[in-house]
């Protein structure tokens, strides 16, 4: 045993010097640091599976199909799934809002800023096209005609423009702060 008598804070000395770390532990504490950044970054681009296979409007193993949507200047082509379940969001497209498919008023399709999803919203332009499959496999095609940012709580972009069918794409953009709205017309 010892004479029970600790050491005080004066008797230790302890020398430490930053400059004294070696140059591999600088070079690994910023590599760190720089893959940490990146993978914040990236987080809203996640790669993800389909939530459901089926475009027929039928009722599969998880959800409801209501058509499927269509970009192909972004290959993207999901199902638009018929609930608001986080986890299905997750997965895919989902109606926000709006009565059926191809009909008059503002059907409103929401997705995450993901890879295969609405990552790549943003490369879409007045004027491109895409298609809505309804469940009878009927291709009605939509021109962009707006393309903005608004706030997470503006929710006039819901409001149909009278005597118009519309579809209406919603993903996050800036870290969740924003959301990109882009709205189609349907082509006559």
């Not at 681009?45 to 409801?64: F, I, L, R």
């Not at 790549?120 to 491109?128: P, S, W, Y």
């Not at 706030?151 to 953009?173: A, G, V």
């Amino acid at each position: 045993m010892g004479s029970g008598r600790h050491a005080s804070y004066e008797e230790i000395d302890v020398e430490f010097s930053w400059s004294r770390v070696p140059k591999f532990v600088w070079l690994i504490v910023i590599l760190a640091i720089i893959v940490g950044v990146v993978l914040f970054i990236k987080q809203d681009k996640k790669e993800v599976t389909p939530a459901v296979s089926s475009t027929s409007g039928a009722q599969n193993d998880q959800y409801t199909t209501l058509g499927k949507i269509k970009i192909d200047k972004i290959e993207v082509e999901q199902p638009i799934l018929d609930t608001r379940e986080d986890e299905a969001l997750e997965k895919g497209v989902i109606k926000l809002y709006g009565g059926n498919l191809n009909e008059e008023g503002n059907f409103c399709i929401a997705g995450h800023n993901y890879d295969g999803i609405f990552g790549k919203l943003n490369e879409l332009q007045t004027g491109d096209e895409f298609q809505i499959i309804n469940p009878q496999n009927q291709e009605s095609t939509y021109q962009i005609v707006d393309i903005t940012t608004v706030e997470p709580t503006n929710l006039d972009i819901l409001k149909p423009q009278e005597n118009s069918t519309q579809i209406t794409l919603i993903t996050c953009e800036d870290f969740s702060t924003q959301r990109l709205i882009v709205t189609a017309e349907l082509v006559v």
